[in-house]
């Protein structure tokens, strides 16, 4: 019998007044709203319900409330004025009530209000910058809209130009006291901290949130202005041609790159949050620190922020969409118990920003918590040190459950911490996944990553763990130097042997080539100078001049695409993608949930001839003289054979979310 979880979830904290209370007063407040007619009456009767239940916890925001009802709204434009009368103005929500939202003529109505006033606010030079929610409501039934532009980057002529986008809705009539006063504490106040759960932060962070309506626009206003210089587009480039392997056919475009970008930047306030251990919205310095990775390195964790896909928001010329981003992101999770985290809270978000229409198609089915910890329970039952590798981490909720089970079995210490690190490891070709899983890895070791000694290295990988990078060496025809070649920008360069040892080091000699390339001024950029420079910073590895100079050639090649303003991610990218040479015939379990995809949803090309070569020459997957039943054979079928050959020791076991067909199959039936 498995032992008993000692990381228990806390229980969610309910706020006073007592439920009792709450649902008695609830109850008058619907009777009384039934019975009215008027708008007027009906916004008098949902001030007082408000006064009820929030004026000793926030008495001025809740006195703003109230003197904002019928307050007058006025703005210039040209030789005339626009005036509307707002019901009530609070802050960022504007709300119009009217007498009865189930006639679709009151509602129509309402919309048409609530541009108007959303119009004039933002057309007012002191008021254009905040973002606004409209609320339309009859007392009983909310409707919560976001407006929006076609260009959103300039102020819109008229009230006609703008959109009303449907965030939220609600009728009361169908809830209780406790769940209304959180609705209401939701978009009004926020008095209460809320546990974080998956269906709470779908709510406010989810493609249908005002959180993501507001952030995405101020994404896509920004990316208008970059997306043609040279280093924007290498990124977008790069991210494009990642996703291809991982769904096996062009799915990328610039709206998904930007749903990405907000995702990746949540889950990196997320992590920033969690550790910081604070609620309270981070200043611009502190938001490049964190978006830089100098919060996290100073912490001792140097990984979790990389020159990756997503990083661009932090460069200077678009700083301030992200300082924007940031403010209105964490004052959000400020609202959360973060140290209550106990699931995999980015797996819905992780899905709603992957294209719905597209998802199943490409392969994208995701592991239920319950699932997924079931998997890790019966897999770790007998051996809780075992050494546990998940090639297709996904939003990392395998590597999230087997953290918790370790940390269960095994206690919170410093060997456990390091354990950890040594046992636990992800690998995914999804540029977003990576910042995902890395996230959930830090959610997974909660308190315990403070533990740590100095370096804390989090080891999930971006790379494709079906094709293994090939150590075959090959002597460079200058320097005579047994070297692997690995790709920069599209062109292959020698990088010696002798630093593919151990995963540590190739890191570090990849950073030094790095920073050489982007430190050193380019009357000092020589050989000699790299050798001085290269001795001083890699510290693990004593080697002649010759193999010093052939490593001068990928800095060299990185130093040229700096100068083309192509090199901000190629250390990030050689760093992980050879990682999967270091994993070999290392892992006791294989544990995961590989791609549901076929193989003939793989675009044609170079990758489709590597998967066939592998599938019939390498494991022969499939019968002689049976290759026409290429096009159905699941990807799950080579994952499963390829992962436990590349990458399990001798006697290691493997425990995969396969679909059903898998099972059925005569090619597979040896296997399983």
């Avoid at 699932?371 to 590597?399: H, M, T, W, Y």
């Avoid at 830090?442 to 403070?450: M, Q």
């Avoid at 599938?615 to 499963?640: A, D, V």
């Amino acid at each position: 019998m498995p032992k008993k979880s000692k990381l228990r979830e806390k229980s969610v904290r309910i706020s006073a007044p007592h439920t009792v209370l709450r649902n008695e007063r609830f109850q008058q407040y619907k009777a009384q709203i039934v019975q009215q007619n008027k708008e007027a009456a009906k916004a008098t009767a949902f001030s007082h319900l408000l006064s009820d239940w929030f004026s000793k916890s926030t008495p001025l925001l809740l006195e703003d409330y109230l003197r904002g009802i019928e307050q007058t709204v006025r703005t210039k434009e040209g030789s005339f004025v626009v005036r509307g009368e707002v019901d009530a103005l609070f802050g960022n929500l504007i709300i119009e009530f009217e007498s009865d939202l189930t006639a679709a003529p009151k509602l129509r109505e309402a919309k048409r209000q609530l541009r108007t006033y959303a119009f004039v606010l933002i057309s007012n030079a002191k008021t254009k910058r905040t973002s606004y929610l409209c609320l339309a409501s009859d007392g009983l039934r909310f409707h919560v809209f976001s407006p929006f532009w076609k260009n959103s980057g300039e102020t819109p002529t008229s009230p006609d130009e703008i959109d009303l986008k449907e965030v939220d809705k609600v009728d009361f009539s169908f809830l209780d006291g406790e769940q209304a006063f959180l609705w209401i504490d939701r978009y009004f106040f926020r008095t209460t901290k809320l546990h974080p759960t998956t269906e709470e932060f779908v709510k406010d962070f989810g493609v249908n949130s005002p959180s993501y309506t507001f952030a995405l626009k101020l994404l896509q206003n920004e990316w208008r202005r970059v997306q043609g210089e040279t280093e924007f587009k290498v990124i977008y480039e790069n991210w494009a041609r990642y996703l291809l392997i991982a769904y096996g056919t062009k799915t990328g475009n610039s709206e998904l790159f930007l749903r990405h970008t907000y995702l990746a930047s949540f889950a990196k306030l997320l992590a920033y949050m969690r550790l910081a251990k604070t609620a309270v919205v981070p200043t611009p310095d502190e938001t490049v620190d964190i978006f830089s990775g100098k919060f996290f390195k100073q912490l001792g964790i140097d990984n979790f922020l990389e020159e990756d896909f997503f990083s661009w928001l932090a460069r200077d010329r678009v700083r301030n969409v992200l300082i924007d981003v940031t403010r209105r992101v964490s004052t959000l999770l400020g609202k959360y118990h973060l140290e209550e985290i106990s699931e995999d809270v980015l797996k819905s978000l992780y899905q709603e920003l992957v294209d719905p229409e597209t998802r199943h198609d490409l392969g994208e089915f995701y592991t239920p918590d319950w699932l997924a910890d079931r998997i890790v329970r019966e897999a770790l039952r007998d051996n809780p040190q075992a050494k546990v590798l998940d090639p297709s981490c996904g939003s990392g909720s395998f590597l999230y459950f087997t953290i918790r089970f370790k940390r269960e079995q095994l206690g919170d210490t410093k060997d456990t911490l390091h354990h950890i690190r040594d046992t636990v490891i992800g690998i995914d070709i999804h540029p977003l996944a990576i910042i995902i899983a890395k996230t959930n890895y830090i959610l997974g070791l909660g308190e315990l990553v403070r533990k740590r000694l100095k370096d804390f290295h989090i080891p999930v990988y971006m790379a494709n763990s079906l094709k293994v990078p090939e150590r075959a060496s090959q002597m460079s025809t200058e320097e005579r130097v047994p070297s692997m070649m690995v790709d920069l920008d599209h062109t292959f360069v020698p990088f010696p042997d002798v630093f593919i040892e151990h995963a540590a080091s190739f890191d570090e000699v990849v950073d030094t080539c790095y920073e050489f390339a982007n430190t050193v001024q380019k009357h000092e950029f020589s050989e000699e100078r790299f050798r001085t420079f290269a001795r001083r910073k890699i510290s693990d590895v004593d080697v002649d001049d010759t193999t010093l100079d052939v490593l001068y050639g990928v800095s060299k090649r990185m130093r040229y695409l700096k100068e083309k303003e192509r090199n901000s991610i190629w250390a990030f990218i050689l760093k992980n993608v050879y990682k999967p040479i270091f994993l070999r015939k290392q892992f006791d379990w294989i544990l995961g949930n590989p791609p549901w995809l076929s193989f003939r949803y793989v675009e044609k090309g170079e990758y489709q001839d590597y998967l066939r070569r592998v599938i019939l020459n390498t494991y022969g997957l499939l019968p002689p003289g049976k290759g026409h039943l290429m096009t159905h054979l699941e990807l799950g079928t080579l994952f499963f054979v390829a992962s436990l050959s590349e990458y399990g020791k001798h006697g290691a076991q493997i425990a995969f979310v396969l679909p059903r067909s898998i099972f059925t199959a005569g090619n597979v039936k040896s296997y399983v």
